[in-house]
């Protein structure tokens, strides 16, 4: 119901952009994504629900992957009591609400996880078949796929059964075919000359150590729900001292700390502007199977906690698809505008689109916005009205979507190759970060010749506001302003939020 009414998340909708240009990779992400969006709007049409289907699908499988990881490593019972904690890991239960590439991630990385597991056991083909096609759908979908690479070498490094399957030909295959992968990674980044690379690894992360980031183990334990964190940590720490025992422990402690370890570590130094609670969410995998076999043999105190975190991480789940249903309808998004937790990248692009399509009934005009994620967004609402433009901006540099709208010739240079001169209609998101505003604002200044401000929609108390400017495609690059605050978008914008 959620996924079939709430609006597409910002990145999301540059995703299902994407869709529309099918390619071997882009700017920000290996193609997977893109491609499941454009099979899903091909069986399915145009939609949210043709949008997500895919996802879903591949999100109700997670559990049942770590229900068969469970029996594989322990036995039947535990297997079961596993998927159950997976359903009340909100991080894991809610997968496929959305079309994020988190989601065929995370499900490979498991698939991945449980045929590695039977490989090292009983060293057959179909296993090592299953775990190379694992791992490069995998690098198909998110450039995260080297933390797999990085917990799979750290188990085949450090233990002895792990050395052991070197001399094993199936490991060699696996990663043979696990590097078919990353062929489409490396054609897409040729082509974009390292664009994809560059965002990933340079762009978006400042590579210092910022303190601020200490604070992960207090939002894992917030995404997570603490009792059921805590329970995780603890299995963590007994499969590392029990992983001396061989099979399944090594694999259970390795590969969960090959996860959770170095994504800390990372997390020190990268970008700290996105959200990134999710990224450790396949180290917690095996620690599901880990938990209620490791409960057999515990005190009275750990099982309660382990029945109490899998009842209070139901409870967060529903509290989360709860807080995506309020952000799915505007009288949702209007309880939640007075607080801290109000949905910004949720909400208004229905009502922004709307109003833009309304002044193109009245006067048809190229439509233009300030930024690729309201690009996006407007033209997944007004499918089959043409391409929307996106100007230049720094917004579209942080996100890594600025090389790909050049590619596609959506930005201002192709603007202004295919349309100089003609009508224009912009399309402007008012509210930002203050310290973004100035730089913005005062970008768009020369994006467009003789703006006019014809509307603006102000929602929800002021937290989501657009502008809407008539004028013309300039015939030239514009100039930039060295004092931009006087100019008529940054004057506009600052008179409407003293309205507000």
């Not at 597991?117 to 083909?125: C, G, K, N, P, S």
């Not at 057999?296 to 139901?314: N, P």
Request: aromatic share 12%.
């Amino acid at each position: 119901m959620v996924a079939a009414t709430m609006s597409p998340f910002g990145d999301e909708a540059f995703y299902w952009l994407e869709s529309r240009h099918p390619a071997w990779g882009y700017s920000d992400l290996p193609p997977l994504t893109a491609w499941l969006i454009w099979l899903g709007e091909h069986v399915a049409g145009h939609g949210l629900v043709g949008m997500r289907w895919p996802f879903l699908l591949l999100g109700s499988m997670l559990p049942w992957v770590v229900v068969a990881f469970g029996r594989r490593a322990f036995d039947a019972c535990v297997g079961w009591q596993a998927g159950l904690l997976c359903l009340a890991l909100p991080l894991a239960s809610t997968f496929g609400v959305m079309a994020m590439p988190d989601v065929p991630l995370t499900l490979a990385i498991a698939v991945a996880l449980h045929a590695l597991l039977r490989a090292m056991d009983d060293d057959r083909l179909r296993d090592w078949l299953l775990l190379g096609v694992a791992m490069a759908v995998a690098w198909l979908t998110h450039y995260r796929a080297a933390m797999a690479m990085l917990a799979g070498f750290l188990l085949l490094v450090s233990t002895p059964r792990g050395r052991a399957q070197w001399r094993r030909g199936g490991l060699w295959l696996a990663l043979g075919i696990a590097a078919l992968g990353l062929l489409p990674l490396a054609v897409s980044n040729w082509r974009q000359h390292g664009a994809g690379l560059a965002f990933q690894l340079v762009d978006r992360n400042p590579w210092r150590f910022h303190a601020d980031a200490l604070v992960q183990p207090l939002e894992q334990a917030v995404a997570c729900t603490p009792v059921l964190y805590v329970v995780l940590l603890w299995a963590l720490w007994c499969s590392w001292r029990r992983r001396a025992e061989r099979a399944p422990w090594d694999l259970v402690a390795w590969t969960s700390l090959g996860f959770l370890a170095p994504y800390f570590l990372f997390g020190l130094f990268a970008d700290d502007l996105r959200f990134r609670a999710h990224w450790p969410l396949p180290g917690y995998l095996p620690l599901l199977a880990a938990v209620p076999a490791l409960c057999r043999g515990a005190g009275r105190g750990w099982r309660v906690a382990t029945v109490t975190g899998g009842v209070l991480g139901l409870l967060g789940t529903l509290l989360g698809l709860g807080y995506l249903a309020l952000a799915a309808s505007p009288q949702g998004a209007d309880v939640l505008s007075s607080s801290k937790a109000f949905p910004t990248n949720f909400v208004g692009w229905r009502e922004s689109a709307a109003e833009a399509r309304t002044l193109l009934e009245r006067k048809n005009a190229v439509l233009v916005a300030d930024n690729f994620m309201l690009a996006a967004e407007l033209e997944f609402q007004l499918p089959g009205r043409g391409p929307v433009y996106a100007l230049d901006s720094t917004f579209n540099i942080k996100h890594g979507r600025a090389a790909q709208l050049a590619i596609w010739r959506l930005d201002e240079a192709g603007l202004r190759a295919a349309h100089a001169g003609e009508p224009m209609l912009l399309v402007v998101s008012e509210v930002m970060r203050e310290r973004d505003k100035l730089d913005r604002l005062g970008a768009i200044c020369g994006s467009i010749e003789a703006p006019q401000l014809v509307a603006r929609r102000v929602l929800f108390g002021g937290r989501k506001s657009f502008a809407y400017y008539r004028g013309r495609v300039p015939t030239a690059p514009p100039t930039r302003l060295a004092d931009p605050t006087g100019c008529l978008f940054w004057r506009n914008a600052l008179q409407a939020g003293d309205a507000w």
